[in-house]
């Protein structure tokens, strides 16, 4: 499987000839991610995991498009695009689904919080394959499941270090890369990413940073 790192939190995942990307959002660089996509997993509604504007775009585009999606973002994009309702379907926590050649187990459930006046959303991360975890907005370990590259939110509004580290320490992967890095400056992204690789490789983790367009066959 190749695993292909762009801008913030998006991913793209290919095997056998079939891609499926996880959350193209407004950061991200959406027009490569989703060139050629055979499927689209969401994890939740906020814009820098969903650029709607290409996502909708790509759904017309593409009749045999799949999207997967929590149910409040499945719901909204059905909406905008009625005649693509069919390709698009709820995601939710503990369902298992294939798509587009890759077995899929959803995790989770709810985005972590922000802030107390904040409400919270739904946030369904996904293990694609048993093998690659992407959490979303979320920190929480897959029960069940040893997974073998985990992708770890490495800074966020409603996450700090040690917690970031904490949950590298707790799924144990075999090795990790970063997401959800697009508001940190260099010298931020050093920081916080030389704590989780000296902590996760004490726990058996090997955690790399991949720059943006770049790939690594896992």
């Keep these: 499987m190749l695993l292909t790192k762009y801008t913030h939190a998006c991913i793209r995942l290919e095997k056998e000839g079939r891609v499926l990307v996880i959350d193209p959002g407004t950061f991200s660089e959406t027009d490569r991610a989703l060139a050629g996509a055979d499927a ?6 906020h814009a820098d995991h969903i ?18 999606a929590p149910a409040g973002v499945a719901r909204t994009l059905r909406e905008a695009a009625p005649q693509s309702a069919g390709q ?12 587009a050649g890759f077995n899929v187990l959803g995790v989770g459930g709810q985005h972590a919080v922000i ?31 040893q997974v073998d590259t985990l992708l770890v939110p490495v800074h966020a509004p409603w996450s700090k270090v040690a917690e970031g580290v904490d949950f590298v320490v707790s799924v144990r992967a075999r090795r990790a890369f970063q997401i959800h890095d697009a508001l940190l400056n260099e010298a931020g992204l050093s920081f916080t990413e030389s704590h989780i690789g000296r902590i996760g490789a004490e726990h058996g983790t090997e955690f790399r940073h991949l720059a943006p367009g770049e790939s690594v066959e896992l």
């Design 88 to 99: 698009v379907h709820d995601a939710s926590a503990g369902e298992t689904f294939a798509v």
């Design 40 to 45: 689209i997993l969401i994890t939740h509604e």
């Design 115 to 145: 802030h107390p006046s904040i409400p919270v959303v739904a946030n369904v991360g996904f293990v694609v394959d048993g093998a690659v975890f992407h959490p979303g907005d979320s920190l929480i370990v897959p029960a069940g499941v």
């Design 51 to 68: 650029d709607q504007a290409a996502v909708l775009g790509a759904l017309v585009a593409s009749p045999a498009l799949a999207i997967h």
